[in-house]
């Protein structure tokens, strides 16, 4: 047992604790130990507090530890009197807190600002922003009010040529300017229509929509000439008026151009000056295709001259051929003029009317300028099923096409050319020449074929053959029939007195009757027919000549 002494107060108490030096005491043993004696003291220690324990926690200061021991507010505040102020000593010292003074804070300054802020009144501001500022009567005096018309001039990137225009001092002032005479203007002349307000100068008549008729006078100028400037192309005028302009050609030329009603654009002059003839020769079937700028063509059509016939004889006896007719022939003027459309069917096939068109079936036609059915435009047809007035458009459905509204033009492109083959010679069998083939320019015209010879048979006795005739044109302007061939003559069995000929053309002679007849000497020109005397082999006829077609082209340009 081991004495621990604890001293309070004035006294001193040994208590007695069981120890043991050399043994090792428990943490919990020394625990109940100290609490035991913390018992029998009876309070040397504050009770566990938080504010205690935080005060502990920090490291005082002498100042700080002082301010524990003052007595009341009123010690506290004599103590910090000199540095802080009372609500009234701030009031007297400092602007209440405020947002804009709190933004004038964040700004930087100049002298020049700040010097502001200690302007007296409006009446010191005006007078020193005086130089930078107008008044209203200073506004007044050098600006022009704001106006929409005057911002627009103002846009404008004017001329001097321009400015100078408004200068002018009145109408007949700009009538100079620009080159228009003096005349007097009547606004009670009836307008081309009849109604009333149009404005008639020397013939002239200008509608409300600026569209004039009537006879046009240039007036020349002291050089004795008129500028027209050059314009992009117009627009489409009114029904029954033309436009005229000046444009560049395409080559740098500018010329003088026409827009019509439809569309259609024309230069002035074109194909007027410059006339040219053109001729395409067909000696065998094809295609017509119309060269750019011909307006008309003047076509031939000749036909196959017909073959001569075949001979065969016997001893003793004479067998004669008869020779091949003549081809005929036709001259025709077409004049390729462009159809207005009226009309478009949305069928299978297409209809198209166009009142006394012209076109012939098979003619290939071009179409534009068509309003509502536009699938038709710029492209080429084949003409089927023509009558006076409408004609089909061969192998095109339209039912798919938008509804036909208005206008159309038709232009002619093309056409089959056929060319007649001569007729084939007669056997000598004997047999009898062919037909000379068919000719034609479209469905324009035609010539058929001069006939084929036929045979005279062996005899001894007096003979004269046929003779045959030409073939003939139809649909031209001027059909001519073939000229016939002419005859041989048999006097015996061993004469013939006369020899005859094929058909002429007027392109070459017929062919001659011989042991075998002579083909045609020229285009459509019949073959001879062939003889045979005092024999049994026989000789063939002469062929026909074949058929031609002239095309010549009357071009402008």
Not at 3 to 13: F, M, N, Q
Not at 343 to 352: F, K
Not at 421 to 443: D, E, M, N, Q, R
Request: contains cysteine; charged residues 10%; aromatic residues 6%.
């Amino acid at each position: 047992m081991t004495a621990l002494k604890t001293e309070v107060g004035a006294h001193s108490e040994a208590v007695a604790v069981p120890f043991a030096p050399s043994a090792t005491i428990p943490q919990t043993d020394v625990q109940r130990a100290i609490e035991a004696v913390a018992g029998l003291v009876g309070g040397p220690y504050q009770p566990l507090d938080a504010d205690l324990t935080a005060i502990a926690a920090l490291t005082t200061t002498s100042y700080g530890r002082a301010l524990l021991e003052l007595a009341n507010g009123a010690a506290l505040a004599a103590l910090v009197d000199s540095s802080f102020l009372t609500p009234a000593e701030g009031n007297a010292a400092y602007q209440p807190l405020d947002a804009d003074l709190t933004a004038i804070a964040a700004v930087t300054t100049a002298a020049y600002g700040r010097g502001l802020l200690a302007l007296a009144n409006a009446t010191a501001l005006a007078a020193e922003v005086d130089s930078f500022f107008l008044t209203p009567a200073e506004g007044n005096a050098a600006y022009q009010p704001l106006d929409s018309d005057l911002t627009a001039i103002a846009a404008l990137t004017t001329t001097s040529y321009g400015r100078a225009l408004l200068a002018l001092a009145n109408v007949a002032a700009l009538r100079g300017a620009v080159g228009i005479p003096t005349t007097t203007v009547d606004n009670t002349l009836p307008r081309y229509d009849g109604t009333a307000g149009a404005l008639q100068t020397s013939g002239v008549v200008v509608d409300d929509s600026n569209n004039v008729s009537g006879v046009i006078s240039l007036a020349l100028g002291t050089n004795g000439f008129h500028d027209l400037p050059e314009a992009a192309a117009p627009s489409t005028p009114a029904a029954d008026h033309i436009r005229l302009y000046a444009k560049d050609n395409g080559s740098g030329i500018s010329k003088l151009y026409t827009k019509d009603s439809t569309g259609a654009e024309t230069e002035i002059g074109a194909g007027a000056t410059a006339f040219s003839q053109v001729g395409q020769k067909f000696t065998a079937s094809g295609t017509y295709t119309r060269t750019a700028g011909c307006r008309s063509v003047d076509v031939m059509v000749l036909a196959g001259g017909g073959g001569g016939g075949g001979a065969k004889g016997a001893v003793g006896q004479i067998s004669i051929g008869d020779c091949g007719g003549g081809a005929g022939q036709s001259f025709r003027h077409i004049d390729f003029v462009q159809r207005t459309i009226t009309g478009a069917t949305q069928a299978n096939p297409c209809v198209i009317t166009s009142n006394g068109h012209g076109f012939q079936n098979s003619d290939v036609v071009q179409i534009n300028n068509v309003v509502g059915m536009t699938n038709l435009n710029g492209n080429t047809y084949t003409v089927a099923g023509a009558t006076t007035n409408t004609f089909q458009l061969s192998g095109i459905n339209s039912t798919g096409y938008g509804a036909y509204s208005s206008g159309g033009t038709i232009d002619f492109v093309s056409c089959p050319v056929t060319v007649g083959a001569g007729g084939t010679a007669g056997a000598a069998t004997p047999t009898s020449g062919g037909t000379g083939g068919t000719s034609s320019f479209g469905g324009y015209c035609s010539a058929t074929g001069g006939n084929g010879g036929g045979t005279l048979a062996a005899g001894t006795t007096d003979a004269v053959t046929a003779g045959w005739g030409g073939g003939s044109g139809t649909g031209g302007d001027i059909n001519i029939t073939g000229n016939w061939s002419t005859r041989s003559i048999r006097v015996s069995g061993t004469v013939a007195y006369r020899i005859g000929m094929g058909a002429d053309s007027p392109y070459g002679a017929g062919g001659p009757t011989s042991f075998t007849g002579f083909a045609g000497g020229g285009y459509g020109a019949g073959g001879g027919g062939a003889y045979e005397v005092n024999a049994a082999v026989g000789g063939a006829g002469g062929a026909g000549a074949p058929g031609l077609v002239l095309v010549t082209e009357n071009i402008y340009s």
